[in-house]
């Protein structure tokens, strides 16, 4: 096990760092997962170690960014470290490029990784079930790296896995709309959007929530858009016919805040990529609020309506919710700066037993419910500081896409990154109103994207573009040719 591993290492560190480096690693992740009696987990590790090297001996090191998009997004959720295992073998196996700077936003992502296990390990308990939350939040930055070793010609197929396997996902939902009336991959005891708990039943399929389920078809519907300007024939009818079938997917969610994000991420998609003209843009609006306009006094009195898209009364429960919330996090300095604990608001459940914190006890709606809201939730977990980290890495991420495509005018990529920080401001969007980075399949797409804005952007910085050139997703830049002077 350990001369594969070091052998998978190489890319990564060089022949002498990474064999040392690598066999520690795997041998502490290994050694953790059995001292915790999770026997099978380390199986499974020592699985995907042989995955990583056949990767590596196959030349098809993007494959494991596919699969582990697959996995995540279309495997149930009892399995979720496979997606990022698998995402993880891309940043192995892939063939290191020119090195680059590190990056704001890599540095971001470094410190709340720290910050989430050294808030593990401070506020514990430290053992199997409370390791696992703690990974689960992790894990899924695997797809951050991975992103970031997207190559030029594997943008497209990722962008295309992005599409259709989100497309699939979609049609889990109206399975069980239209047939069988419940959900299909959670306990309908336990599904709190189920006939039983709420008047409307809402789908989440098999990514089993309709949050989860919209935040992530916004966010791939959002990523994909560049396919529709960059292909042709029956390709385009194809990422079009998948592009309706996730929107389709959203409305039957009745999802606002996806929605919402849904919008404004399109919104900065347009803008940023200029694919069309200010007043095209313009008129567009114009023509679908006065759909709006037209429809919803049409359809303002159905039951459907009233009780599954405005929902009165729950923005003024999620806002009482907030502000008992707000006084926890703040009762000391301790819990203003470093918060309770990365996993203070999930023990105590019956899924992890255990004593919860006092402060969590004194507001029962938090531990039963959560409180709505992703920073809510970071500051009262990790407090301001892992607050600060969260939203300068997303928002870092966004930055360095509006700085690269002021510099990838003409350029195809200018869309990719565009619709990559779409999606990625989307997901702030619905951070919002929901917990978020919780939802493994969620942010495993936000980080995904993010790594994909890094790596388009430090390819900008290293070669020179023209305007105009690159007829395909993805060439590399060339030197503008210098005009000659007539003396």
């Known amino acids: 096990m350990i001369a594969p591993a070091a052998l998978v290492g190489r890319p990564l560190l060089g022949r002498g760092a990474a064999r040392g480096a690598v066999m520690a690693l795997v041998a502490l992740c290994v050694g953790a997962l059995i001292a915790f009696r999770q026997v099978p987990t380390a199986a ?66 470094v410190l709340y990784v720290l910050g989430v296990i050294a808030s593990w390990v401070a506020t514990g308990p430290v053992d199997g ?74 789908p989440g399929g098999v990514l089993r929530s309709p949050p989860g389920a919209a935040d992530v078809l916004a966010m791939t519907s959002l990523a994909a858009l560049p396919l529709l300007t960059r292909v042709s024939g029956r390709k385009r009818a194809l990422a079009g016919g998948c592009l309706i079938v996730s929107l389709m997917g959203i409305v039957a ?111 029962p709606q938090l531990l039963t419910a959560g409180p709505h809201s992703q920073y809510i939730r970071t500051l009262f977990e990790q407090g301001a500081l892992g607050l600060v980290v969260l939203v300068g890495w997303l928002g870092g991420a966004i930055l360095t896409a509006v700085a690269a495509v002021r510099v990838l005018r003409g350029r195809p990529e200018r869309a990719v990154v565009a619709a990559a920080a779409a999606g990625i401001a989307a997901f702030m969007i619905e951070s919002a109103a929901g917990d978020t980075v919780r939802e493994l399949p969620t942010f495993a797409v936000a980080a995904l994207l993010a790594g994909i804005v890094v790596a388009h952007a430090a390819r900008t910085r290293a070669s020179p573009v023209v305007r105009g050139q690159g007829a395909t997703m993805g060439a590399p830049g060339e030197r503008e040719p210098v005009p000659k002077v007539m003396a």
């Not at 009745?254 to 991420?265: H, K, N, T, W, Y």
């Open 44 to 109: 499974a590790a020592v699985a995907l170690i042989l995955v990583l090297v056949g990767l590596v001996v196959s030349g098809l090191p993007q494959a494991g960014l596919f699969a582990g998009i697959l996995a995540v997004l279309l495997v149930p959720y009892s399995l979720m470290l496979v997606g990022p295992c698998l995402a993880f073998a891309t940043v192995v196996a892939a063939r290191r490029e020119r090195r680059r700077r590190l990056t704001f936003v890599d540095v971001m992502v």
């Open 129 to 202: 079930s409370t390791g696992k939350l703690a990974l689960a939040v992790v894990s899924p930055l695997a797809f951050y790296l991975a992103g970031t070793r997207v190559s030029h010609q594997a943008t497209e197929p990722v962008l295309w896995v992005l599409l259709t396997a989100g497309a699939v996902a979609a049609t889990t939902l109206f399975f069980e709309l239209l047939v069988t009336h419940r959900p299909l991959f959670v306990p309908e005891q336990s599904y709190l959007w189920s006939s039983l708990h709420s008047v409307v039943s809402r």
């Open 253 to 363: 969610t009745l999802e606002r805040s996806a929605m919402i994000a849904g919008i404004v991420g399109g919104v900065l998609y347009l803008v940023l990529s200029r694919t069309v003209h200010v007043a095209r843009l313009l008129l567009g609006a114009a023509a679908v609020i006065g759909v709006l306009l037209v429809a919803v006094p049409l359809i303002g009195s159905t039951t459907w309506y009233r009780q599954g898209v405005l929902r009165r009364g729950t923005l003024a429960a999620r806002q009482s919710t907030w502000a008992s919330a707000w006084p926890l996090t703040t009762n000391s300095v301790g819990h203003g700066t470093v918060g309770h604990g990365i996993n203070s608001l999930e023990i105590g459940k019956p899924e992890t037993p255990g004593r919860p914190d006092p402060d969590v006890v004194s507001d």
